[in-house]
């Protein structure tokens, strides 16, 4: 739908072709969603993207989660690259657009590469994932909805290449917990589940669980102390 310019001054402007698209789309009876082509370098800039993406938007149902693009522009280009931020920065941008899409009531998503979810990406604070890895399976080991698995793909009735995508529709949904940092498809999400639903765990804060963090000396004894049914102490 729309994107931000990779060059230093990183103008926003929008797909030319998107009312047409999205119009046609839902013609046809199609999901619909909507993403942008981030180059934010800043928490304001991650949130200037969530505005002027709801703008494009604004008129139509979606079906589907506003997606930020998070990706260099190219090996060794564009204003991200030469931004050189840290894990915790570009997270943070990321979380603001998905925060400020939230606050309007659109579900929200991130889209990027495996090699930008493990090394310039704190994934486990995201939330939703749309994951891009070329090739007939996943090695990702993170969580995510939506897999992206090639750029080339045939489609009958589409001139070109397409991309192609996989959206996995698990039997609950992420909803069932409300940790950000827990989702679907991780390898520790059930055992999180039943721990939380049976009152053991409770997370460091509301919406934060912490799966990578150390369990402390104090967290444990409370944990086994639920598990006994918190017993009356004398």
Known sequence: AAFRGYAEAGNLASDSRFV??????????????????????????GREEAQYLMNMVRGYDMDL??????????TGTGRLYDANLSKEEATAICNAFRDEVEK??????????????NDQLNANELGRIWLAEWGTSATYTGGYEFWQCSDSGVIPGINGLVDLDFWFEPTGTSSDLPFRD????????EDVKK?????????????????????TRCQMVTMLYRMEGSPAVS
């Open 20 to 45: 047409q698209n999205v119009e046609g789309a839902k013609a046809a009876g199609l999901k619909v969603g909507a993403y942008i082509f981030s180059q934010a370098i800043t928490v304001e800039e």
């Open 65 to 74: 989660p506003l997606v930020l693009d998070y990706e260099y522009a190219g």
């Open 104 to 117: 309007y009531g659109y579900e929200s998503m991130v889209y990027a590469n495996k090699w930008m979810l």
């Open 182 to 189: 827990v989702q679907l498809g991780q390898w520790f999400y």
């Open 195 to 215: 721990s939380y639903e049976a009152g053991i765990v409770n997370g460091i804060t509301s919406q934060e669980f912490g799966p990578d963090e150390k369990v």
